[in-house]
């Protein structure tokens, strides 16, 4: 993104960068999430993220570590300080209830955003990001799975990024999570 006024300030805005991510993005990442966590809690959302902080979940900062070692991670910047965070893989986590796609894939495996920094495209542009790497990767299907109770507001984001409801799951210990895996061909 270019440095251009912020809206009604005259201003120019930061550029926003977007970088391979690392171990070192590890702590960054978890106070996205645990932000994250906190906001949707705010707006009364406590069924997609539950109530505990990332950060203190049991297998919360070993899965960001394994995000961060054993996966692909890119990181959105603002003038050098971490405000987004995707991490993509080659299929999705086995402990959801979503098969293999029969070709190759890459899947979304994280998006999350600094909430502080909303409405300024960093998740649209970390997932344009997915879809470059996807093609260079010489792969035509980019899948996501989201949270899809409430009004739906989550699928509705990723189909305005390019993305196709494909179908609905439940996860999570009782079962009854609402999940929608979309997909996304790329020419």
Excluded: K
């Excluded at 960068?17 to 932000?35: E, H, K, Q, V, Y």
């Excluded at 966590?37 to 902080?53: D, H, K, L, S, Y």
């Excluded at 893989?89 to 029969?102: E, Q, V």
């Amino acid at each position: 993104m270019e440095n251009a006024p912020a809206p009604g300030t005259g201003t120019p805005t930061p550029a926003l960068r977007i970088r391979p991510g690392g171990p070192a993005d590890a702590s960054a990442i978890l106070a996205m999430l645990d932000s994250a966590v906190a906001w949707m809690n705010a707006r009364g959302n406590t069924e997609q993220w539950g109530t505990i902080p990332y950060s203190r979940r049991p297998q919360g900062p070993a899965r960001v570590e394994e995000y961060t070692t054993r996966h692909t991670p890119y990181i959105a910047e603002l003038d050098g300080v971490p405000v987004g965070a995707l991490v993509l893989h080659t299929g999705p986590s086995p402990d959801l209830p979503i098969p293999p796609a029969p070709e190759p894939e890459r899947y979304v495996r994280l998006l999350v955003t600094d909430r502080r920094h909303a409405s300024r495209g960093i998740g649209a542009a970390l997932l344009t990001r997915a879809a470059e790497e996807t093609r260079r990767a010489g792969v035509r299907l980019l899948r996501v799975d989201c949270w899809a109770g409430d009004d739906g507001a989550l699928v509705a984001y990723y189909q305005r990024n390019g993305f196709t409801p494909a179908t609905t799951f439940q996860a999570g210990p009782t079962g009854t999570w609402p999940g929608r895996l979309l997909t996304r061909r790329l020419p």
